[in-house]
């Protein structure tokens, strides 16, 4: 590509650098993409593949001492691949605008500091990270560009990824103390206070600079790169998956005009979206969503944009609502910091006497296993376990199933299942991701969210004709609705926690349990147990 990026260019323009990142893959409503290409003559566009999260020898591990390791890929195959396409989608969409997208294998704070040099970067831009684990990198960024000798170059963040805008809300995630403690709280307040802003256009691009010296060489790695030969020789799209997920804006674009407009699907989501099965009980963005290949303020225009054309009912407003549960996480994550890793979650430790005695996980790697593996014998949670391990995707509702029931029925520690979930999910984002576990595990900051689900109502309210569950567990597809009614207890435990049976999808709308823990505890970015996860500080505010 070194044709295309060797425009018009001279040592002394202005140049800035454009990073994208794992989760915001797109061109549309990108502000650093737009201010880099506004603010300088001339343009880089970088990609870099972290090996610390896309190779086969990264691990979804804690690295510490309070887990047992396990050996699944930080980023399995299902991911790495929608990750793979969602990078070649923006390398030939810059392609086709005449610029190009620079792709390497190795750590960003090694690769961006030698751009910097070769092409006289004057200002990286790049996305506000929400979580530890970014801001870590972020900050080595920062600390390996002030060690480049003869350079003033800096890392430039803006916020994004969120329907609201950081800058916009009536509180400062930041601070302590300064977070509503429910989802229903965050809602009400930003829905009277705060108005969305417009997504930013694709910028008209300026041309590439040329490097001083030998042009770098941008390499687009294979699956076999990021997760094995073995693993990846065996990759095939399961016929049985609920949709066939490909990666990158043109697709996330193609989806969300075929789910809202040609299958006009919008006008019933709230009625169909806590289904299980086929593709257009929900919309399917979240994988789109959790790369930054779907701007939320951009499926919001297209809502508007519908209700305008179409109809406008709770269900079109329901999509919005997903949309600010999400939000929630991510603001929630911005001010948590590390503790939405730790054990007790956000809530804090509880004391003795307000401890339930059912909460003392175990770490029984046989018992995780069979959850992983959808061998527990009990049907609905073998369906869910065994869709997600052959496609790397499950319902809203199936996961808060099967995350009740490892977490109150089999009493193993959640983590387990979250950092499960972090290596096979292809829609995986830490905030949305994380912070569902720790309000599954009742360890999240509302002291009144404490859910059981009751695996048989569960079933029967979602599942009742058993479709889904004969759709991925073929052992039960020679049973008699009796047998496979009463194989939907087993593993169930005496029901000692209240609520009993989880009401609407995400978060806001579930029938709420009596909290069995002592109200919410400061935020920390300091953690227990000394990894990466619980040793990086909360991002501030403006940067
Ligand atoms: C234990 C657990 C773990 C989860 N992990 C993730 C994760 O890693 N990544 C992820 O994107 N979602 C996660 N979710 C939320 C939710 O299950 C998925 O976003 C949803 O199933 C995706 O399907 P969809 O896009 O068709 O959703 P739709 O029902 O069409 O919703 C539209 C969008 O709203 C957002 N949304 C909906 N529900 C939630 C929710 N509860 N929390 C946050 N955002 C929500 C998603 O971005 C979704 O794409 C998790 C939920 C649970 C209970």
């Known amino acids: 590509m070194a044709s295309i990026a060797r425009k018009a260019a001279s040592k002394t323009s202005s140049v800035g650098l454009v990073f994208f990142r794992y989760s915001d893959i797109r061109l549309h409503d990108h502000e650093p993409l737009f201010t880099c290409h506004k603010n300088h003559q001339q343009v880089l566009h970088c990609f ?257 944009r519908y209700e305008k054309s179409r109809v406008k009912n709770k269900d079109t407003y329901w999509m919005i609502f997903e949309l600010i549960v999400r939000d929630f996480f991510r603001f929630y994550a911005l001010h948590w910091g590390s503790s939405i890793y730790h054990v007790w979650g956000p809530k804090g430790k509880p004391t003795a006497s307000s401890r339930n005695k059912s909460t003392k996980w175990t770490q029984d790697l046989q018992l995780f296993a069979r959850w992983t593996s959808g061998t527990t014998g009990n049907p609905m949670i073998d369906a869910n376990m065994r869709e997600l391990a052959a496609t790397g995707f499950m319902s809203n509702r199936g996961r808060q199933i099967v995350a009740s029931y490892l977490t109150r029925d089999l009493a193993l520690d959640w983590r387990l299942g979250a950092m499960y979930f972090e290596s096979v999910l292809i829609d995986h984002d830490p905030c949305s991701n994380w912070g569902n576990w720790t309000y599954a595990a009742g360890v999240g900051a509302d002291p009144r969210e404490d859910r059981y689900f009751s695996i048989p109502k569960q079933t029967k309210n979602y599942d009742g004709k058993h479709e889904y569950i004969r759709h991925w567990v073929d052992e039960m597809k020679v049973v008699s609705e009796q047998q496979l009614r009463t194989q939907l207890t087993r593993g169930c435990r005496k029901q000692t926690w209240n609520g009993g049976g989880g009401g609407g999808g995400g978060g806001g709308s579930g029938k709420k349990g009596k909290g069995k823990y002592g109200s919410g505890r400061k935020p920390s970015s300091k953690g227990g147990n000394g990894n990466r996860r619980n040793n990086g500080k909360k991002s501030a505010k403006k940067q």
């Open 48 to 304: 870099c593949f972290d090996p610390r999260v896309t190779s086969p020898s990264a691990k979804a591990d804690f690295n510490s001492k309070s887990l047992p390791t396990t050996n699944y890929l930080k980023t399995d195959v299902y991911r790495s691949k929608f990750l793979l396409e969602a990078v070649t989608d923006l390398q030939s969409n810059l392609r086709s605008r005449n610029h190009n997208l620079l792709v390497f294998n190795g750590t960003p704070e090694t690769i961006l500091p030698s751009l910097v040099s070769q092409y006289n970067v004057e200002k990286i831009y790049t996305h506000v990270g929400e979580t530890v684990e970014e801001n870590i990198l972020l900050s080595s960024i920062d600390q390996s560009l002030q060690q480049l000798p003869g350079s003033t170059c800096s890392l430039h963040r803006i916020w994004g990824n969120t329907l609201y805008h950081l800058d916009d809300l009536p509180f400062d995630p930041t601070q302590v103390g300064k977070f509503p403690t429910s989802c229903s709280q965050f809602r009400q307040k930003i829905e009277k206070q705060c108005s969305i802003r417009p997504c930013f256009p694709v910028p008209v691009l300026k041309s590439a600079p040329t490097a001083t010296g030998a042009e770098p060489s941008s390499n687009m790695p294979t699956l076999a790169d990021l997760v094995g030969s073995d693993v990846a020789n065996k990759y095939a799209l399961d016929a049985r998956a609920a949709f066939p997920f490909v990666g990158g804006e043109t697709a996330a674009l193609a989806r969300m005009k075929d789910y809202f407009f040609d299958q006009d699907a919008l006008k019933d989501y709230f009625h169909t979206r806590n289904g299980m099965l086929g593709p257009n009980y929900s919309s399917k963005f979240s994988p789109w969503l959790s790369m930054g290949s779907l701007s939320p303020r951009l499926v919001f225009q297209e809502v508007t």
